[in-house]
């Protein structure tokens, strides 16, 4: 009866199911657990709508992980028995025969840090690793530049009665008038203008014009004299190797040209003689060698050497205490 019975209740479930609608849908699984009603009181009822269920064909996470390890497993190269893994991003690793090896430095060498050069004074200057620098040079020796002269200025006016004459010993001036009469307050104060000029005519002109004046001036070039200090100043501080040789032969000649000219020239060392005090040195240094400058005369220390004891020599008692006031390393020849 029971087994007829539970046959009976299975044919009915079957003509229920069988009855039943093909549209129907069928019962929800049961969850292993459901919470309960009271962990879920605060929670806020979700609304109806789509699933946020993540669709199937969607990677997950841990897919991706696996996928990034094996690409970089596969990125290894294994290369002389160096294993040598490229990071994405990173440029294309190169042979390894390119690569330099790296250097292992000693033991107890200490890796020197690039010094860096600022001024004194500076709060810089107090930091590590800086080095002051030195202060700049004074340029005594550096040349300066030259100014318009007024030889020249009355060469292109033509004040002045010379030509040029060619001969077969070289240039030399045609004077149109005699030499004696020409006014020596005015004409040699201009030609000792000219001893600043480097360009031809001029420089020729006015050294050439100052010797023929020398010679043949005789009592007029004392008078002249203070009159000849600025432009010989003037020369001087040039600084120039070329016009200081010509100016120091135009000195020398100038006082052996006539009597109480080298006395009259000691008032005037302080204009004349600081200049001299800074090439008093400037000798050159050939070595073994030959130089041909003692024959020409233009060795600046030489010179230099030459025209001071010209000066003690016809400057009376008081030029050699006046010479060794402005230039302390000059030696009295007088005592030799």
Known sequence: MAAAAAGGGGEREGGARAHAPASAAPAARELPF?????ATAGRPARAAGPSRRRPTHAPRRGGRMVLWSVFCLLSVVDAGGEMVVEKAGSSPSKPVGDRSPQQQEPLGHVKK??????????IKAMMKNTVVRGPPLAGAFKERPTKPTAFRKFYERGDFPIALEHDTKGNKINWKVEIEKLDYHYYLPLF??????????????????????????????????????????????????????????VLQHLVLSADMVGEALVPYYRQILPV????????????????????????????????LEIFERYGGETASINIKYMIPTYESCMLK
């Open 34 to 38: 459901q919470p309960s009603a009271r």
């Open 192 to 249: 000792f203008d000219g001893l600043c000029e480097m360009t031809f005519p001029y420089d020729f002109f006015a050294r050439q014009g100052i010797h023929d004046m020398l010679e043949h001036g005789g009592n007029k070039i004392l008078p002249v004299i203070p009159e000849l200090i600025i432009p010989i100043k003037n020369a001087l501080s040039l600084r120039n190797r070329q016009v200081i040789c010509i100016t120091l032969k």
């Open 276 to 307: 001299l005090n800074i090439f008093k040195n400037m000798n050159v240094n050939s070595g073994d060698g030959i130089d041909y400058s003692q024959q020409k005369r233009e060795n600046v220390g030489d010179l230099i050497q030459e025209t």
């Open 113 to 122: 840090t690039k010094q860096q050069v600022c001024d004194g004074f500076t």
